[in-house]
């Protein structure tokens, strides 16, 4: 088990991917010192409280539900925006949780997720070539030169930002906010105010005649009051994250403390890369996103670098493949992967492999096909076994129109009229509860096939 983060240096030495190109040298580093002065984001032992229900998600007995804006930005850290945000995703878990019948683990794309890889370092328009924006964490979003310039001053709001959110989401999350009578009250307004299919009115009443078994039993008010929430984004700026590592007291062994758990991109998964050695080197529980191009030899390789002990929860593997390409794509990885005698969280990104723009230059996915991968997904673990661990989705609690389809049929030319994303298309609420439907749906069947009766399989526990 490692004991020692590597320098700075040392990362830098191997080439570091998609970092920014600062030219105030002497900014940089005051930035980082006053960092290394913060106190940690999270707690180490939050950290492996949340290594253990990935462990349970690995080994079948709870699903994973990640999700979140692509970029958060500095703008948007308001009440509205997390309260939102932190709606939409405990509705979804409430839903996969019944139908599912194992504790959901919710995890957001939030409080830490500032930073962008890009396919180019340069965005042209109108004749114009600037700097692309890499997310808040380094440049502005405007298309101006000043805006371009890429400041270590930012790396400071990335830390203010994160923390305000995190007290903001803690509160929620130990205040009552999620309380479970509040949160099912949500989805029967979606039910009622959508025009949804007869099947998931059906399946909210039940959740609704559960609910009432619940407290009739004598539930305590505690269980249905407060949730757990995690915080995730992608462990891409090497200053950042290296600044907020820090050496667990309890343990003397290193955490990144920006965020529970830290993921390394399909663009900076390099093995002998920067990125990978640093996440090596932290005990947190780690994703690992893998697109289509990753072969069974790097899957291997990967897993065996980032979890040497076969620790479990130790990786959530999140597969982005595309919509057409998961079915041929994805068994190789999850073969490659269990002959290593590993059990993984394997976790489905239905977002990033289905990617287009439109003929107006809006980048947006289409709900079909972002359910199509979802789909694809779970036909290949019936196929091989294995279990379908969870869901990554890009998504945001507000009524924007970024993605097409979906139970308001929004098309193309309904893009302009609330396109906000910083970064790539996200669902709006109601095409995230939606998507939650669905997937309850087939959770449900797939585990009927499977004969689980989690009743009787698994222990009490606390859940
Ligand atoms: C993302 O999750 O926003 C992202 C950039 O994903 P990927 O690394 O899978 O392309
Ligand atoms: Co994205």
């Given at each position: 088990m490692p004991t020692t983060?590597p320098?700075?240096?040392?990362?830098?030495?191997?080439?570091?991917?998609?970092?920014?190109?600062?030219?105030?040298?002497?900014?940089?580093?005051?930035?980082?010192?006053?960092?290394?002065?913060?106190?940690?984001?999270?707690?180490?032992?939050?950290?492996?409280?949340?290594k253990?229900?990935?462990?349970?998600?690995?080994?079948?007995?709870?699903?994973?539900?990640?999700?979140?804006?692509?970029?958060?930005?500095?703008?948007?850290?308001?009440?509205?925006?997390?309260?939102?945000?932190?709606?939409?995703?405990?509705?979804?878990?409430?839903?996969?949780?019944?139908?599912?019948?194992?504790?959901?683990?919710?995890?957001?794309?939030?409080?830490?997720?500032?930073?962008?890889?890009?396919?180019?370092?340069?965005?042209?328009?109108?004749?114009?070539?600037?700097?692309?924006?890499?997310?808040?964490?380094?440049?502005?979003?405007?298309?101006?030169?000043?805006?371009?310039?890429?400041?270590?001053?930012?790396?400071?709001?990335?830390?203010?930002?994160?923390?305000?959110?995190?007290?903001?989401?803690?509160?929620?999350?130990?205040?009552?906010?999620?309380?479970?009578?509040?949160?099912?009250?949500?989805?029967?307004?979606?039910?009622?105010?959508?025009?949804?299919?007869?099947?998931?009115?059906?399946?909210?009443?039940?959740?609704?005649?559960?609910?009432?078994?619940?407290?009739?039993?004598?539930?305590?008010?505690?269980?249905?009051?407060?949730?757990?929430?995690?915080?995730?984004?992608?462990?891409?700026?090497?200053?950042?994250?290296?600044?907020?590592?820090?050496?667990?007291?309890?343990?003397?062994t290193p955490?990144?403390?920006?965020?529970?758990?830290?993921?390394?991109?399909?663009?900076?998964?390099?093995l002998d890369?920067?990125?990978v050695e640093l996440l090596a080197s932290l005990r947190n529980p780690l994703?690992i996103?893998?697109?289509?191009?990753?072969?069974?030899?790097?899957a291997r390789a990967l897993v065996e670098r980032l979890d040497p002990d076969a620790e479990p929860g130790r990786l959530?593997?999140?597969?982005?493949?595309?919509?057409?390409?998961?079915?041929?794509?994805?068994?190789?990885?999850?073969?490659?992967v269990?002959?290593t005698g590993r059990k993984v969280?394997?976790?489905?990104?239905?977002?990033?492999?289905?990617?287009?723009?439109?003929?107006?230059?809006?980048?947006?996915?289409?709900?079909?096909?972002?359910?199509?991968?979802?789909?694809?997904?779970?036909?290949?673990?019936?196929?091989?076994?294995?279990?379908?661990?969870?869901?990554?989705?890009?998504?945001?609690?507000?009524?924007?129109?970024?993605?097409?389809?979906?139970?308001?049929?929004?098309?193309?030319?309904?893009?302009?009229?609330?396109?906000?994303?910083?970064?790539?298309?996200?669902?709006?609420?109601?095409?995230?509860?939606?998507?939650?439907?669905?997937?309850?749906?087939?959770?449900?069947?797939?585990?009927?096939?499977?004969?689980?009766?989690?009743?009787?399989?698994?222990?009490?526990?606390?859940?």
């Amino acid at each position: 088990m490692p004991t020692t983060i590597p320098t700075l240096t040392d990362l830098h030495a191997r080439g570091a991917a998609q970092q920014p190109t600062y030219p105030d040298a002497a900014a940089l580093e005051a930035a980082v010192a006053e960092l290394r002065q913060r106190p940690p984001l999270v707690f180490a032992g939050e950290a492996d409280e949340l290594k253990a229900r990935i462990a349970d998600v690995a080994a079948g007995r709870a699903f994973l539900l990640q999700a979140g804006d692509c970029a958060e930005t500095f703008g948007n850290v308001t009440a509205t925006n997390i309260r939102n945000s932190l709606r939409v995703q405990l509705s979804m878990a409430v839903v996969l949780q019944y139908a599912s019948q194992v504790p959901v683990v919710k995890v957001g794309r939030i409080a830490g997720q500032y930073a962008k890889p890009r396919s180019n370092d340069l965005e042209t328009r109108d004749g114009v070539t600037l700097p692309s924006y890499r997310g808040d964490a380094v440049n502005g979003l405007d298309f101006t030169p000043e805006a371009r310039v890429h400041d270590p001053r930012r790396l400071l709001d990335v830390y203010n930002s994160s923390a305000a959110t995190l007290n903001l989401v803690r509160a929620f999350v130990n205040g009552g906010f999620a309380d479970l009578r509040t949160v099912h009250s949500w989805n029967a307004d979606f039910v009622r105010s959508s025009n949804v299919e007869e099947k998931y009115t059906r399946l909210s009443e039940e959740i609704e005649r559960a609910m009432a078994f619940m407290i009739a039993c004598g539930v305590s008010d505690d269980a249905l009051r407060t949730v757990h929430f995690w915080a995730s984004h992608e462990a891409l700026l090497m200053e950042y994250e290296h600044a907020l590592a820090r050496i667990d007291s309890r343990t003397g062994t290193p955490y990144g403390t920006s965020g529970h758990l830290l993921w390394v991109g399909e663009r900076t998964r390099q093995l002998d890369g920067a990125h990978v050695e640093l996440l090596a080197s932290l005990r947190n529980p780690l994703g690992i996103k893998m697109g289509p191009s990753t072969t069974p030899a790097d899957a291997r390789a990967l897993v065996e670098r980032l979890d040497p002990d076969a620790e479990p929860g130790r990786l959530t593997v999140i597969t982005r493949m595309g919509a057409g390409t998961v079915r041929d794509a994805l068994p190789p990885l999850i073969e490659a992967v269990e002959a290593t005698g590993r059990k993984v969280a394997w976790v489905c990104d239905p977002m990033h492999g289905n990617t287009y723009a439109t003929e107006r230059g809006y980048k947006t996915r289409s709900f079909p096909v972002i359910w199509d991968e979802v789909d694809g997904f779970f036909d290949v673990h019936a196929e091989l076994g294995t279990w379908p661990g969870g869901v990554h989705i890009e998504l945001t609690g507000n009524d924007v129109t970024e993605c097409v389809g979906g139970v308001h049929e929004l098309d193309e030319a309904d893009l302009a009229t609330r396109y906000e994303t910083a970064c790539d298309p996200r669902l709006n609420r109601d095409q995230g509860i939606e998507l939650a439907f669905y997937l309850a749906e087939r959770l449900r069947e797939d585990i009927a096939r499977r004969g689980i009766n989690p009743v009787q399989a698994f222990e009490p526990r606390e859940l």
